[in-house]
């Protein structure tokens, strides 16, 4: 972690993430609406996945996508961490969550669960659920494994949990997707889903790419069928 010297240096952009140049990313200084794709990463693969879904959101016009990340659990993850990390996209704060008008939740599965720094950041969401600034709002969820039965649909179904508290409806994929019949590794209809293989070294095949731009597609369609930006 970069230990800024100069606080004004906080206010500097956060790196923007490694996509291609033929996809920047949307402008935080949109007044769109926007999808919030909030995820942990350790190496690589849910990162690669929140790219993806971000692509699907990015298809619809009218709304923006908001690629944002959380900090590490470790022993001092009490301490304040930087809002923005070394790489990647920046921290996301509870305002991001509190003002998105869709979520996409993504993890990598932990003994078939989500990873402990993504439940921390949920487990600090209270304020908005006593305010209930999530109500029918669209939220999608996303996950990747090392083993092809390694637990990718307890982990999505258990990630949609705290987003029911929330008050939050629910989105998967239908089988009207033409890779949920034909898929030889993730994909499902509790959400999107990657087997990234043993040691993570195996790459998001096309059916797989495929289903995460279509979850951000669908859930940034239902963010504008219910209003979202209406007014604005
Ligand atoms: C503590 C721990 C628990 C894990 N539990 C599972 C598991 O239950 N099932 C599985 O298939 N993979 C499991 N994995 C592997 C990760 O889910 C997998 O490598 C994932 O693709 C990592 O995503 P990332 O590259 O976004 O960090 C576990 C990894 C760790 C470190």
């Not at 990390?85 to 078939?112: E, H, I, K, N």
């Not at 090392?146 to 989105?171: D, N, R």
């Not at 979850?215 to 219910?226: K, N, T």
Request: proline share 7%.
């Amino acid at each position: 972690m970069t230990i800024l010297a100069d606080d004004s240096l906080c206010y500097t952009p956060p790196p923007l993430v490694a996509l291609s140049s033929a996809f920047p990313m949307p402008s935080d200084r949109s007044e769109n609406p926007y999808v919030l794709v909030l995820y942990y990463s350790r190496s690589g693969s849910t990162d690669a996945m929140a790219r993806q879904v971000v692509r699907g959101v990015s298809t619809v016009s009218g709304i923006d996508a908001r690629l944002r990340t959380v900090p590490p659990v470790s022993n001092d993850c009490e301490a304040i961490t930087d809002q923005v990390p070394d790489d990647g996209p920046t921290y996301a704060s509870q305002d991001d969550l509190c003002s998105c008008a869709g979520l996409v939740l993504g993890s990598p599965t932990r003994f078939g669960n989500m990873a402990a720094p993504l439940k921390y950041f949920m487990d600090q969401s209270s304020e908005l659920w006593l305010s209930g600034s999530l109500i029918d709002k669209p939220a999608a969820v996303f996950t990747s494994t090392s083993s092809l039965h390694g637990g990718q649909e307890s982990t999505l179904l258990s990630m949609q949990l705290p987003l029911l508290h929330h008050g939050m409806l629910l989105v998967g994929l239908p089988y009207s997707e033409p890779g949920m019949m034909t898929t030889q590794a993730g994909g499902t209809p509790y959400g999107a889903s990657h087997w990234a293989g043993a040691t993570g070294g195996r790459s998001m095949d096309a059916t797989e790419q495929e289903l995460c731009r279509a979850l951000g597609r669908r859930v940034a369609e239902l963010c504008l069928r219910l209003g979202a930006g209406a007014g604005a």
